[in-house]
């Protein structure tokens, strides 16, 4: 149903703003790129508001605010995290639990469905949705 009505979208913006299909796809997923409040930004630089989250639950968080997708060296300035192998250890395993798909050839990195289900279990169960 969501691919539906996501593609119905990019349609409608594609035929009433003139722009080919590639660009239409970048708005709609603009528009439905989950917002968890959070997450910080102001366009170019991200940020966990609650840095005492294990930095599992940071990039999880900030791979699913982030649409289609991000690299490796973005979450890592983004964490400003500083051990590069543990940073690439923990982002690999949550390739490895199918939270996210890391493709190693490209460093970038995107949420899969099974990601977003414990985006949702951990902004519940921290409460994450009542910061502001």
């Not at 959070?38 to 991200?46: E, P």
């Not at 500083?82 to 460093?107: I, P, Q, Y």
Request: charged share 25%; aromatic share 6%; net charge positive.
């Amino acid at each position: 149903m969501l691919a539906m009505c996501n593609w119905v979208m990019c349609e409608l913006v594609r035929v009433y703003h003139n722009l080919p299909t590639t660009d239409a796809q970048k708005v709609v997923d603009s528009l439905a790129e989950m917002r968890i409040p959070v997450i910080w930004s102001d366009g170019n630089v991200k940020r966990v508001l609650q840095p005492t989250l294990k930095l599992p639950q940071q990039l999880l968080l900030l791979i699913a605010t982030a649409v289609p997708d991000l690299s490796a060296q973005e979450l890592m300035d983004w964490t400003e995290y500083k051990d590069k192998r543990h940073f690439m250890k923990t982002l690999r395993a949550l390739h490895k639990k199918r939270w996210v798909e890391f493709t190693e050839s490209t460093g970038r990195a995107k949420i899969l469905p099974p990601g977003t289900k414990e985006v949702e279990n951990l902004v519940r169960a921290k409460g994450l949705s009542d910061i502001a």
